[in-house]
């Protein structure tokens, strides 16, 4: 299952924040919906990818 994690008002913000993840060996997707980008990762990888967030931003 996977679990939004990240949730960006514009699409370069979104490509920044999933390179990083991705970088750090994280699958990602992203969701485009009304203008906001989600970011998905695995529901097991949630909290992981959170702390890789929390670090950089």
Do not use: Q
Request: hydrophobic share 40%.
């Amino acid at each position: 299952m996977w679990t939004v994690i990240y949730v960006a008002h514009d699409e370069k913000d979104a490509r920044k924040v999933s390179e990083k993840l991705t970088s750090e060996g994280f699958l990602v997707k992203i969701n485009e919906s009304d203008g906001m980008f989600e970011l998905l990762v695995p529901g097991c990888e949630a909290k992981e990818a959170h702390e890789v967030i929390d670090e950089c931003y």
